[in-house]
């Protein structure tokens, strides 16, 4: 008589899990200011089959540009004084001061 017996046992497939790529890079933000939205993906490389392990997410997005969209201007330096009009009996003359950020929104710009 024989003294081992072999039968076949544990024939299913085994798990097979699921397999991402990694991040992109995140978009562009919708909004330059008031806030907007980004996003990134990740690519599925293998689908989950026979009970493994299902995906995660494959989409994220996060807020961004969330500052208000009203800002004042911003005035830089003045300049030096320009030559003047007459070079007697009462000329003018003029300097600026060049304008570094305009407002934006209800900004205001600054009193003269």
Do not use: M
Request: glycine share 12%.
């Amino acid at each position: 008589p024989p003294l081992t017996l072999k039968d076949t046992c544990n024939t299913q497939p085994c798990p097979i899990d699921c397999a991402l790529g990694d991040w992109e890079g995140w978009s562009g933000c919708s909004a330059q200011c008031g806030g907007g939205v980004r996003e990134r993906t990740r690519r599925v490389i293998r689908q989950p089959q026979y009970d493994g392990a299902p995906c995660e997410d494959t989409e994220e997005t996060e807020s961004c540009n969330a500052q208000s969209c009203n800002a004042d201007c911003e005035l830089g330096e003045w300049e030096d004084w320009e030559g003047c009009t007459q070079a007697c009996l009462g000329g003018t003359q003029r300097r600026l001061r060049p304008v570094q950020r305009p407002s934006t929104g209800t900004g205001s710009y600054p009193e003269p």
